[in-house]
């Protein structure tokens, strides 16, 4: 550890992606584990981290007090659940420091709790935290824009492993989303999330998911562009969540520069101005 290495909180620390966050941030030059945090009355309170997530011990004892921490800190990585990402993000905004939101699930209520906090908290929010998936949001866009929806259906297909929680996964809906800003309209009004029974045609115009549920699947998504006598696919597959993790860092590190504001990964990859 050095002077100018970033000292980030990971909360939700006992969970899947807690504990792969704290193996990456053990690992990688330039950030420090300053705190892990659980929720009050966690069976993990007053456990090691490292031990935690297998590494041994480090040093570092998870607690429950996350203001306390983030005052102490520079950044706070957080996949945990809406609610909590909510909390967090307001004491982010009290510390003023970095918050990296990996959580999905969130409604349009939260996401306006996470852009008021963002007026005093540097705040990275994203479906999906990986370099791939981004880009293939910026590909879907482009493929969205150029191919007419009178001639080309959009279809977004996901299966994850079988504990995961909210369907359309946040990745979905962020290619959902990218699909909707190539053609100039609104997701909310134009996407189908279930199809059961005798369902008719299907409508012009409108952008599709399906959602499968499994087995140990960390996240495969595939967008497909279908036309008369043609189909075009792209698709992503994560076959480790340290993917998830080091995107997380990357964006820390990132935002660790800029001044107080809401920011996606498309900003961090610096693939904003070709998603615009």
């Known amino acids: 550890m050095s002077g100018s290495d970033m000292k980030l909180v990971v909360v939700g620390a006992a969970g899947r992606m807690g504990q792969t966050l704290i193996r990456l941030v053990h690992t990688t030059p330039g950030v420090v584990l300053h705190a892990a945090i659980e929720r009050e009355g966690s069976p993990f309170i007053g ?9 041994g011990p480090i040093g570092v004892t998870v607690g429950d ?32 420091i970095v918050h990296v939101i990996g959580t999905t699930g969130c409604s349009t209520d939260d996401e306006a709790k996470f852009e008021a906090a963002a007026r005093h908290a540097r705040i990275i929010r994203s479906g999906n935290m990986s370099l791939g998936v981004n880009l293939l949001s910026v590909l879907t866009e482009q493929a969205a824009r150029a191919l007419g929806p009178d001639a080309w259906d959009i279809e977004i297909l996901e299966m994850h492993h079988k504990h995961k929680v909210d369907a359309p996964s946040g990745t979905a809906l962020l290619l959902g989303n990218a699909a909707a800003k190539g053609r100039g309209i609104d997701l909310a009004s134009h996407s189908v999330r279930v199809r059961d029974g005798h369902t008719g045609a299907r409508q012009a115009g409108t952008i599709g998911f399906a959602t499968l549920r499994g087995g140990s699947v960390i996240g495969d998504h595939s967008v497909v562009l279908a036309g ?3 189909l075009i696919t792209l698709s992503h597959s994560a076959g480790d969540r340290t993917i998830f993790a080091r995107g997380a860092l990357t964006a820390a590190l990132w935002a660790r520069r800029e001044k107080p504001g809401f920011y996606s990964m498309l900003d961090v990859l610096g693939l904003s101005k070709s998603n615009s």
Request: net charge negative.
């Open 65 to 96: 007090d996350p203001l306390k921490a983030f005052l102490e800190a520079e950044g706070v990585l957080d996949f945990t659940s809406p609610a909590a990402s909510v909390t967090f993000s307001g004491l982010a905004a009290q510390a003023r």
């Open 228 to 230: 008369e006598g043609e």
């Open 47 to 55: 456990k090691d981290a490292g031990e935690l997530a297998g590494l």
